[in-house]
């Protein structure tokens, strides 16, 4: 007997939005810096932390 992949018998789908390749990679620019506030703030680098938080705040403006 042949199982139907998970999700496939239930009837749920989802819809993945289309993303530019421009959208993407500035996206990639804000995850990169979202991930580098944390491990900067735990580190103590309080002052890089902000820099490049602030940087990835710029790149979100390019989301919109």
Known sequence: ???APAGAASG???KIAA???EQGSWL???IICGIAVVLLAIGGYTGYS???GAVGLAAAVNLV
Request: net charge negative.
């Open 28 to 30: 990639t620019v804000v």
């Open 12 to 14: 749920i789908s989802f």
């Open 19 to 21: 993303v530019t390749l």
């Open 1 to 3: 007997m042949v199982e």
């Open 50 to 52: 902000i820099v490049v």
